[in-house]
């Protein structure tokens, strides 16, 4: 799956990870505008590949696989052309969370952490946010692909961390930047064929001037408040039972509030890395760093940090030929 280009994203990818987008029009079938909208994301393939690479402890796995559903559902919630970026910073146990997708649906992920702080978490503490990685940051950033490097094409949210799961993050983030009401739910286990990561997410829609024409402000409060107590019904196996598709859950859950499915985006799990921009990096280092880097057979060794395919090369190489 690892090309210069990226591998192809086809449709059939959905079976394996997708993001399944909705609307609710509400209660109301006189009403027809959207009020709340939501996101259904499922990642078998995606976060059983990219987690068995990395053989990271189960508190980390989990982790990292709810951030690799939440950088999906939300993702796809932006209109880009480039990369979405979920990062995450803390000063416990946990020091790097990061998860980024491309505009067509190419995942990746890491974990940086500390194992001998990890070790002193007790085993039977639930593995909840703070715990692992105590205070800091998560920052969403998106990239858009039309101008590399044009500050005007990049979009930085930055929020606390807060709360006992990484969505609560996302949602204190919603609340500063757009006013609107917004919920998640995140759920990730590991199963005999590895682990399976899904989430769960609704925002209010805000109408024509912060209204909806056909509805009161009661009924639109009313209907946002339904919409959270069925949210809230789901559980942790019907979102990851692969047994029950997301439209059937998403109708199981919404039916009652005129449920509207929109085409699902395929995620796979994809590296952008490739042996020209490694040779780019390694072109622009100085003599010293290039020696400092190389090991005691003369080559310099570089692994990707997503996808650890390791890339090779000769000192001489890189190093100029007069020095
Ligand atoms: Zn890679």
């Given at each position: 799956?690892?090309?210069?280009?990226?591998?192809?994203?086809?449709?059939?990818?959905?079976?394996?990870?997708?993001?399944?987008?909705?609307?609710l029009t509400g209660n109301n079938s006189?009403?027809?505008?959207?009020?709340?909208?939501?996101?259904?994301?499922?990642?078998?393939?995606?976060?059983q590949a990219i987690l068995a690479r990395h053989d990271y402890p189960a508190a980390i796995?989990?982790?990292?696989?709810?951030?690799?559903s939440l950088a999906a559902c939300l993702s796809t919630t932006l209109k880009f052309d480039g990369v979405f970026t979920l990062q995450a910073k803390g000063d416990g146990a946990v020091q790097t969370l990061f998860a980024d997708v491309t505009s067509a649906g190419a995942m990746r992920a890491y974990a940086a952490f500390d194992a001998e702080k990890l070790a002193d978490i007790p085993p039977t503490e639930p593995a909840i946010l703070p715990r692992l990685m105590g205070g800091g940051y998560m920052a969403f950033?998106?990239?858009?692909?039309a101008a590399l490097g044009d500050e005007a094409h990049r979009y930085q949210g930055i929020v606390e961390l807060e709360g006992s799961h990484l969505g609560d993050c996302a949602i204190a983030w919603f609340k500063n930047s757009e006013q609107l009401a917004a919920q998640i739910i995140t759920a990730a286990s590991q199963k005999a064929d590895g682990w399976h990561s899904s989430a769960l997410f609704l925002q209010q829609i805000a109408g024509e001037g912060g209204q909806h024409a056909s509805l009161s402000t009661e009924e639109l409060?009313?209907?946002?408040?339904?919409?959270?107590v069925m949210m809230s019904s789901v559980t942790r196996d019907e979102m990851l039972n692969l047994e029950l598709s997301p439209s059937e859950l998403l109708y199981r859950l919404f039916h009652s509030q005129n449920i509207h499915l929109q085409t699902p985006r395929p995620i796979i799990d994809s590296c952008r890395c490739s042996a020209e921009k490694?040779?780019?990096?390694?072109?622009?280092?100085?003599?010293?760093?290039?020696?400092?880097?190389?090991?005691?057979?003369?080559?310099?060794?570089?692994?990707?940090?997503?996808?650890?395919?390791?890339?090779?090369?000769?000192?001489?190489?890189?190093?100029?030929?007069?020095s």
């Open positions: 799956m690892n090309g210069d280009k990226g591998a192809e994203i086809k449709m059939s990818d959905i079976a394996d990870g997708m993001v399944q987008p909705f609307y006189e009403n027809k505008t959207p009020l709340v909208r939501g996101r259904f994301a499922r990642l078998t393939r995606p976060c796995n989990e982790l990292c696989a709810e951030a690799m950033t998106v990239d858009q692909d409060a009313d209907e946002w408040h339904t919409a959270m490694v040779e780019q990096v390694l072109s622009g280092l100085s003599d010293d760093q290039l020696r400092e880097l190389c090991d005691e057979n003369g080559q310099l060794q570089v692994a990707c940090e997503f996808c650890k395919v390791n890339r090779a090369y000769p000192l001489a190489q890189f190093v100029s030929a007069q």
